[in-house]
């Protein structure tokens, strides 16, 4: 059975640097670059089919992201994933993401009330059909349909870097293929508090999702750390 490869970059009007960081960035969430390895960046380069420079570029930028972590005189590393660092990540996403709903609530209008309930639709159909790509992608705009109804662009780019960071987790444990109607729920509370414009019932059903998420996937890896041993 073939062993997945990083896809070289073609030609394309993204910068080279840009690309370079986002093969880079999916081959980690896809494991083909495991947590805590070494970041070969001469094989990389040539696995992508570009020069060392980009390569050093976006290791750079997916340093501050969280992705890696580089160390003078060793080089470039996969940052470790932990139930720990889990349990940090999510504790910040909790208070901004549940700030953004609060402030977000009198703001929704009918337009983008009637997107949250189309998508919502949609993510219990792609659950149902075990289309759990399509499902991360339909999930990832509901909630920034509601976040960036808040109105800062500052708070929009925050949460963005935090769920590309907690997607090292969600990607990796997809504990959520035997919980379609329990998500959905806690989905439809979101939107309800949506619909009634209700600040405080929207941060906390918002809060309460997020923990449900962080207790699902801890179980799902101490589960299968006991198997391991």
């Keep these: 059975m073939p062993t997945k490869q990083i896809q070289p970059i073609e030609d394309n009007s993204k910068t080279i640097a840009h690309l370079t960081q986002e093969r880079i960035r999916t081959a980690i969430l896809e494991g083909i670059l495991s947590p805590g390895t070494r970041i070969d960046q001469n094989q990389l380069a040539r696995d992508l ?3 060392l420079v980009p390569v050093r570029e976006a290791l750079k930028k997916l340093e501050s992201e969280g992705f890696v972590q580089i160390i003078p005189r060793r080089g470039a590393f996969v940052t470790n994933t932990s139930i720990k660092d889990m349990e940090d990540l999510y504790f910040a996403r909790s208070i901004i ?3 953004a709903g609060y402030h977000a609530a009198p703001k929704l209008t009918d337009s983008i009330l009637a997107q949250l309930d189309s998508l919502h639709l949609k993510m219990g159909e792609a659950l149902e059909q075990h289309e759990y790509t399509e499902f991360t992608h339909l999930n990832r705009q509901f909630h920034f349909l509601i976040y960036d109804a808040a109105g800062s662009i500052y708070v929009s780019n925050m949460i963005a870097s935090l769920w590309d960071l907690a997607e090292r987790y ?4 997809v504990f959520f293929r035997d919980q379609t109607a329990v998500i959905q729920e806690e989905h439809k509370a979101i939107l309800e508090a949506c619909h009634a414009h209700d600040s405080k019932t929207l941060r906390e ?3 309460y999702h997020m923990n449900q998420t962080l207790h699902g ?3 799902f890896v101490e589960q299968n750390q006991f198997k391991k041993d």
């Design 205 to 207: 059903t918002i809060v």
């Design 217 to 219: 996937i801890r179980s």
């Design 97 to 99: 993401e549940g700030q």
């Design 170 to 173: 969600r990607y990796r444990y």
């Design 49 to 51: 089919n570009v020069s």
